[in-house]
């Protein structure tokens, strides 16, 4: 299996199934993995099985960064007094915590 970066926007191409596929990172408008070509949410554990090490370490780092920016937007919430979206945003980021064990199925469509 490969992995390929295609820049910084928090997508990536991977091959599966001999299929090239485009997935995109969690972001605060919409806060889980997904297939960038038809919205199918994805789970961050069935992303890495299968990966050599560079790619797992490439997927990884773009989950760590995902959370951190989820993070980040909940604090600047915060200061604008949305809690709201400050308490959605938190869980989110907690949910991708736990997905890296394993919790958290995807929802089925």
């Not at 299929?19 to 949410?41: C, F, K, L, Q």
């Not at 604090?75 to 394993?102: M, N, P, V």
Request: net charge negative; charged share 25%; with cysteine.
């Amino acid at each position: 299996m490969a992995a390929q970066e295609i820049g910084t926007s928090g997508e990536l191409d991977i091959l599966q199934a001999d299929e090239w596929t485009r997935i995109s990172a969690p972001t605060p408008a919409r806060p889980v993995w997904h297939s960038v070509d038809d919205g199918e949410e994805l789970h961050f554990k069935t992303l890495i099985i299968g990966r050599s090490q560079e790619e797992r370490q490439q997927i990884d780092a773009m989950h760590v960064n995902a959370i951190a920016v989820l993070l980040r937007s909940s604090f600047e919430a915060e200061a604008e007094s949305d809690w709201l979206k400050q308490r959605t945003l938190i869980y989110a980021a907690a949910r991708l915590c736990e997905h890296t064990i394993g919790w958290w199925p995807t929802r089925k469509r």
